[in-house]
């Protein structure tokens, strides 16, 4: 059984805003390494990019393509909520940041298969 | 009080640097949907901001918003999730504020000069 706050949109959705948050920035050096490969010329990139041919790395990627659209939704309904006040108790502003994050998701799936 | 001196000024630096971040994220999904299309290769990638300046700028103001950005996140998770002093969740924003920005333009810096330029 879910304890009372956690049936709570809004707590998800600082759940996910936080582990997404966190999950993006500990990718962010590993991403920094792989493109800093093309000061050994574009063979050692290819190299590596060989490898994110395979069906798991192309999953993890469409993973964080949509943590990264869906830490963007997050913050901007933060933004919102901060700055222009919308009610707090809205629902609506998490399930289209969700949304759009998802559908940002498929996009990149769709154009990578 | 300095304490929350110190916490205002880095919930400004958060929005400011989150303001940024919302263009630049923007522009890299468009980016990485639309480069994805047909395979991607490092020519690809070279091709496309090797001696760039637009992209080279672009880049730079996404390496320096997310420096300030991340590690600023990331300490409000140790301050708030972990036993870690103060002084030391300091030090780890610091020192992981100074990796983005290193291995950041590294990446920039090889990009944009990749292909002899």
Redesign the interface.
């Given at each position: 059984m879910f304890r009372g706050h956690r049936q709570h949109a809004h707590y998800w959705a600082f759940a996910l805003h936080?582990i997404a948050?966190?999950l993006?920035?500990l990718f962010?050096?590993a991403?920094?390494?792989v493109?800093?490969?093309?000061?050994e010329?574009?063979?050692?990139?290819?190299g590596f990019?060989r490898w994110?041919d395979a069906p798991l790395v192309k999953l993890a990627e469409t993973v964080l393509?949509i943590l990264?659209?869906a830490?963007?939704t997050g913050?901007?309904r933060l933004?919102a909520l901060?700055f222009i006040g919308t009610r707090e108790s809205s629902k609506a502003a998490v399930a289209i940041g969700t949304g759009i994050a998802l559908a940002?998701g498929l996009?990149?799936l769709l154009?990578?298969t | 009080m300095p304490g929350a001196a110190v916490e205002a000024k880095l919930w400004i630096w958060q929005r400011l640097s989150a303001a940024v971040l919302g263009i630049c994220v923007i522009v890299h999904l468009a980016v990485i949907v639309y480069a994805v299309q047909g395979g991607l290769t490092a020519d690809e990638i070279i091709n496309r901001v090797s001696g760039n300046l637009a992209w080279f700028a672009f880049y730079s103001v996404f390496v320096i918003a997310v420096a300030i950005h991340a590690p600023i996140g990331v300490r409000a998770i140790l301050n708030e999730m972990t036993p870690l002093r103060p002084g030391a969740v300091h030090a780890v924003m610091a020192t992981f504020c100074l990796i983005i920005l290193a291995m950041g333009f590294r990446a920039i810096i090889g990009l944009y000069t990749a292909g002899g330029v």
């Open positions: 936080r948050g966190l993006l920035a962010l050096p991403h920094f390494y493109l800093a490969l093309s000061i010329g574009a063979a050692a990139m290819d990019i994110t393509v990264l659209a830490h963007l913050g901007l933004m901060e940002v996009m990149f154009n990578v | -």
